[in-house]
């Protein structure tokens, strides 16, 4: 039994929590890449499409298509009001132009907050919004300001599906973010397939008669916004000299180059580039201890930095030119922000400014008050009393006062190549038959009744469905993953994904549903949409926090069990600030407070580890309890903040999967009767031990809290022992790889890889690409579940219908 009130120890850990440095720092997440291997996605990035999804074809209910109508005439009745310029002019009523972005943290308006559910506090968003909104900023962004002046929403942040309008385009730029490398979260890279992700999930749900922010028109006629570099340039002077940064510009002005065709290529027409600032003049680089001042300019800014922003922005504005000319029907233009950022310093008191270089919301006074290790979201920050007197609002990003002069600026077009108007995008018409997606409530209501309607697959029951529907929360990697890769990577997952029971892909590395799918189909609910999917999104049974490739450590990189316990809060948090407006919402306090909350992760853990070449004492005595921790402090994390019902589940049979049998090996002394790696099932065994334990433990010490554990090696190992029971005939064998028997997988070429070859008949095997298994095997699974026969306490599945 916790000692102290469980609300007060959750706000006592939140104080705890490692204050974030808000600077040009790229986020690592080299866990991501290595895990990919691990669980199966060596089969590589799809090449997407560059023709929107085509249409489905099922047939449509009467109420379907009430449903279709009455959402259509709410959303178009709720639709936003435009936000009232402040840049100086703004388009005429009835324009709706959209806009598409793509940068760092100049341009996010609250993307990683959302993606990796950080916790902004006050003081930030004090000046404009009164409250944190995901921007580094006291009030709003320049990418705030310049919508303004087209009279439209500010944008929202892709990843941030709960509360979001996306009938003016989405906003990809994410803090952090660099141009390389290019396949880490959140990379310029990355951003553009999230993009390509969003256009055909939008252009899918409008051929389906459902409700999507942009159509095909509003996506030819947008406008591409790409502000980003600055980061790149600042991580290279932070340990190479200037030659030597300069030399390097090439990579990262490619990365832009190959963004702005890859855009192009797909229909995209209108382009607005800034280059990087004035990097020396930031407080952050300033405060960087130096041997004398010989590298400061006039103004106090560093030169060397200066120099490299310059000579960047240079380049960047030739490239430009250079696909001007070959972009015939294509307008780029290249705005250089070094001169509009650096005249906000060398003649700050022209513009009302007091302080040039000392930061308003930091620590150490004059004359940077910047400390690298206690930024401005720690608690011993001070913070100035009028940011409007300063030009740095935390050493790094400009204050709102600072961001409306840069915004004036850019619009009116005397810093831009061509000179081309900011407002002359006012004429991309908004198209009358694209449906704003505004209110989450219209949404969830309709798709709701549409899972009931349709009848085309996408819902399921079971004979103990529950009487009423409850609400899920699932943490955890591929095996629970119902597209929240696809959509927070912006991964494309062809068919043969998804063939057997939803007929097409869905982000699931599977032939159909995952288990999780089939214990929803159990208590009478809809599958659960990931968390990080911006479009068509059913929260009102809970939500997917599941990444494929997540693993529990490192814990703070994407997307590890931390961040997805992180993302929940911030998802619980966001609920319920927009229900204390009046705000629908699909879930309350109470369902919070009721909700089921699932977690089963490891397997890429233990994966990872006997792959290290440790020994397996070493692995267990080493690796293990770490692992276990970090799965222990998810659950206390969740228990303090109102969870009750937790579902854990151990790892399955590692040694029974065709990608780890299919490693050479010198004899076969290892396998067991049944074909399996004795060595890594004994791991997952010892494993699921130890996790089973430290549920015990949770279960007495987390008062008035039920804490199951299943043990799932058990139950999948059956299916490899008695698999003819089941009905399956190749128990070790992928259904989806390359290479025939006896396992049919290659690492070079996996499942949708290049020569792949599929079963025709997925039902009669085990695994599906090698490490997932396929619809029909976690159907026995999730039977093997409900049984309670595998669970301790023996709870029944059930149970939550009335929990």
């Given amino acids: 039994m916790p000692s102290e009130n469980p609300e ?20 690592h997440c080299s866990t991501v890449s290595t895990a990919l291997h691990h669980m199966g996605m060596d089969r590589g990035a799809h090449p997407r499409p560059s023709s929107p999804m085509s249409a489905a074809t099922s047939r449509r209910s009467p109420l379907w298509w009430c449903v279709v109508l009455l959402l259509a005439a709410a959303a178009v009745a709720l639709a936003p009001t435009s936000a009232v310029s402040a840049a100086g002019f703004s388009c005429r009523s009835g324009t709706r132009p959209v806009v598409f972005n793509f940068g760092d943290s100049n341009s996010d308006t609250g993307g990683m907050a959302a993606a990796m559910g950080w916790r902004i506090r006050p003081p930030e968003g004090r000046a404009f919004f009164h409250h944190p909104t995901g921007r580094f900023c006291d009030g709003r962004l320049t990418i705030d300001f310049l919508c303004e002046s087209l009279n439209i929403s500010y944008l929202s942040p892709y990843l941030k599906a709960l509360g979001s309008d996306y009938s003016h385009g989405a906003n990809f730029a994410i803090s952090g973010s660099m141009t390389l490398p290019r396949d880490v979260p959140f990379a310029l890279h990355i951003q553009v397939q999230q993009f390509f992700y969003f256009r055909d999930r939008s252009l899918e749900l409008l051929s389906q008669g459902l409700p999507g922010p942009v159509d095909a028109e509003g996506f030819r006629n947008a406008l591409y916004m790409i502000d980003i570099g600055q980061n790149d340039v600042n991580a290279l002077l932070s340990y190479l000299p200037y030659d030597q940064v300069v030399a390097k510009f090439p990579p990262i002005l490619a990365e832009i180059k190959d963004a702005i065709q890859t855009l192009y290529s797909n229909g995209s027409r209108n382009f607005w580039v800034h280059g990087t600032g004035a990097l020396g003049c930031l407080p952050q680089k300033l405060s960087i201890p130096r041997k004398n001042d010989s590298d400061l300019d006039s103004n106090g800014c560093l030169k060397t930095y200066n120099r490299a922003a310059v000579a960047f922005n240079v380049a960047l504005g030739s490239l430009c030119d250079q696909l001007n000319v070959q972009m015939k029907d294509a307008t780029i233009v290249y705005t250089d922000l070094f001169p509009l950022k650096y005249d906000l310093v060398a003649n700050y008191s022209k513009y009302g400014f007091d302080k040039p270089l000392m930061t308003c919301c930091g620590y150490g006074g004059p004359p940077y008050n910047y400390n690298i290790t206690i930024g401005c979201q720690s608690k011993n920050a001070t913070v100035c009393d009028d940011g409007s007197k300063f030009v740095s609002w935390d050493g790094v990003h400009l204050t709102e006062a600072a961001n409306a002069i840069v915004a004036q600026g850019i619009l009116s077009s005397d810093y831009s190549r061509p000179n081309v108007k900011f407002d002359q995008f006012c004429k991309r018409m908004w198209s009358a038959s694209t449906v704003p997606i505004a209110v989450a409530a219209v949404v969830v209501l309709a798709t709701t009744m549409m899972s009931a309607a349709a009848g085309d697959g996408d819902d399921g029951g079971s004979s103990a469905a529950c009487a009423r529907r409850p609400v899920v929360f699932a943490f955890g990697d591929s095996n629970t993953d119902t597209g929240g890769i696809a959509a927070g990577m912006g991964f494309y997952f062809p068919l043969p994904d998804g063939r057997a029971f939803f007929r097409r892909a869905t982000g699931r590395l599977c032939d159909g549903r995952l288990v999780i799918d089939h214990l929803c189909e159990s208590l009478n609910m809809s599958y659960l949409s990931p968390y990080l999917e911006p479009l068509g999104s059913d929260f009102t049974n809970g939500a997917n926090f599941a990444i494929s490739g997540a693993t529990t450590g490192p814990r703070n990189t994407a997307f590890s069990l931390h961040i997805q316990v992180q993302q929940f809060v911030h998802f619980k948090q966001r609920s319920l600030e927009l229900a204390s407006r009046g705000e629908a919402v699909p879930v309350d306090a109470d369902g919070f407070r009721n909700a089921l909350y699932i977690i089963d992760i490891g397997q890429n853990d233990l994966s990872a580890a006997f792959s290290s070449g440790l020994s397996y004492d070493d692995i267990v005595r080493q690796r293990f309890p770490a692992i276990l921790s970090e799965i ?172």
């Fill in 632 to 803: 222990k402090d998810a659950i206390q994390d969740l228990y303090y903040n109102g969870a009750k019902n937790l579902w854990i589940h151990g790892t399955g049979p590692l040694g029974c999967l065709p990608q780890k049998l299919a490693i050479p090996r010198a004899d076969d002394s290892d396998l067991d009767p049944n074909g399996c790696l004795k060595t890594l099932n004994a791991g997952s065994y010892e494993f699921n031990s130890q996790l089973s334990s430290i549920c015990d433990q949770l279960s007495s010490q987390l008062r008035g809290a039920a804490v199951v554990f299943t043990d799932i090696l058990v139950i999948k190992y059956d299916l490899i022992a008695n698999h003819s029971i089941y009905g399956f005939e190749e128990a070790l064998m992928a259904c989806c790889g390359h290479g025939g028997p006896p396992y049919n997988y290659d690492f070079n070429v996996s499942c949708l890889g290049p020569g792949y070859r599929v079963c025709e008949d997925g039902s009669k095997f085990v695994s599906w690409d090698g490490v997932h298994y396929t619809d029909a095997a976690n159907a026995v699974v999730a039977g093997k579940i409900l049984s309670a026969e595998y669970s301790r306490p023996k709870l029944p599945f059930s149970y939550f219908c009335n929990a």
């Fill in 8 to 27: 007060k120890k959750r706000r006592k850990r939140e104080t705890a929590q490692h204050s974030r440095e808000r600077d040009s720092t790229p986020l």
